[in-house]
């Protein structure tokens, strides 16, 4: 059931402030204490005496593990590694009893994340998964399985999915820095209020529909465009140029601001659309520096930020879309509202099948 919507993926990134809502207070005992089962799954994971975090899934999931590393690393202290399943089951990688391994999948039955799992099972301290289908094999053969409470999801390109695993791998990395020693009450405090501001301002962020829809209808007639992003938004740039390219067949690529002048430079003309998410933080007057290069180059700026950083950088850009100001370090979970609303529109502007894109699968259990 559609519920309304014209697509399950319209549906699905509207249903984003509920479900993110439910896993939030899930994980963080919002509203009802009474159900302590989310803090304690959290709780049972002990990263007290851990000295690496490995993270393995597949697509989109993999990029949640790629965003999550930022708060793993900046938060929790916690050497990360993160790889897609496909190279690291086949890698024969170290793995000592002080490491935790975690594995990400909507549908928990993914071949390759499968596949890794079982090779880390026995050798890694402790096999985690965050998943959607708690009954799934991934879950089932997990220590600790994290359920991302999305709700089914059925769109092909995942939505509400890639923000519930942003979510949940949050609120690990907080439980990880207090188990670690590096977060006071103070700070815990503050980084959860922040992690339960997010359904309130993904709600917001949503309202960005309008202006997204005009530029779509531009973005549905070019052939590539190119994602730019630093820290926690450089793993959300590579989220929006698949997503573009899995439901509107656009040829998209993300990548780091600062790699921008090793070779994708080359790219710009005056043809290229290039996404920018450029929040006002710490590393915004470097985004801002990268983004005069590429329009120095006559490239088309869609500059994605907050009031005060399109106020302070956005001169000269081609097109804005502003999102709400966010105290934190998750901001990033906010900003793929965007990115899935610009790849929905221009779909339905090329006529692309939405919820079916050719070629791809729900899940994907064969190799
Ligand atoms: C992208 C997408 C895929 C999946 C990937 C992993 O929109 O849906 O990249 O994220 O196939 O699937 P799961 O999470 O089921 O392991």
Not at 184 to 201: F, G, H, N
Not at 315 to 326: D, F, L, R
Request: net charge negative; glycine share 8%.
């Amino acid at each position: 059931d559609k519920g309304g919507y014209k697509h399950f993926m319209a549906k699905e990134i509207a249903e984003q402030p509920r479900v993110l809502s439910a896993a939030a207070d899930y994980y963080l005992g919002g509203r009802d204490t009474a159900d302590r089962m989310g803090r304690e799954l959290l709780e049972s994971i002990d990263f007290s005496n851990v000295d690496r975090l490995v993270m393995v899934a597949c697509g989109t999931a993999a990029l949640a593990c790629h965003t999550a590393k930022y708060w793993f690393e900046q938060i929790a202290r916690l050497p990360v590694e993160v790889d897609i399943a496909s190279e690291y089951r086949y890698r024969e990688p170290p793995l000592s009893d002080r490491t935790v391994a975690l594995f990400v999948s909507q549908s928990g039955e993914t071949a390759d994340t499968l596949a890794a799992l079982r090779y880390c099972a026995g050798k890694a301290r402790k096999i985690v998964s965050v998943v959607n289908v708690a009954t799934s094999s991934i879950a089932r053969e997990s220590d600790v399985a994290l359920p991302i409470l999305a709700g089914t999801e059925i769109g092909v390109a995942s939505t509400k999915a890639f923000t519930c695993q942003l979510t949940v791998l949050a609120t690990m990395a907080i439980t990880a820095a207090r188990q670690r020693g590096h977060l006071d009450a103070a700070a815990e405090t503050k980084l959860c209020e922040q992690l339960m501001a997010v359904p309130r301002l993904v709600g917001q962020a949503l309202t960005c529909e309008e202006e997204v829809k005009k530029i779509a209808s531009h973005l549905g007639h070019v052939s590539d465009a190119l994602f730019l992003g630093r820290g926690a938004m450089y793993p959300l740039a590579l989220e929006g140029a698949l997503k573009l390219k899995e439901i509107s067949y656009i040829h998209a690529e993300g990548y780091a601001s600062g790699e921008l002048k090793h070779g994708p430079i080359a790219l710009v003309d005056d043809k290229l659309p290039v996404v920018v998410l450029a929040p006002s933080d710490a590393l915004f007057d470097k985004s801002v520096s990268n983004m005069q290069e590429v329009m120095a180059r006559g490239g088309k700026i869609i500059m994605v930020s907050d009031q005060a950083g399109l106020s302070e950088g956005g001169e000269g850009v081609w097109k804005t879309i502003e999102m709400p100001t966010i105290e934190g370090p998750f901001a990033a979970i906010t900003y793929a509202v965007p990115m899935q609303l610009l790849s929905y529109h221009t779909a339905i502007e090329k006529g692309t099948d939405v919820d079916q894109p050719r070629n791809l699968a729900k899940s994907v259990t064969v190799e």
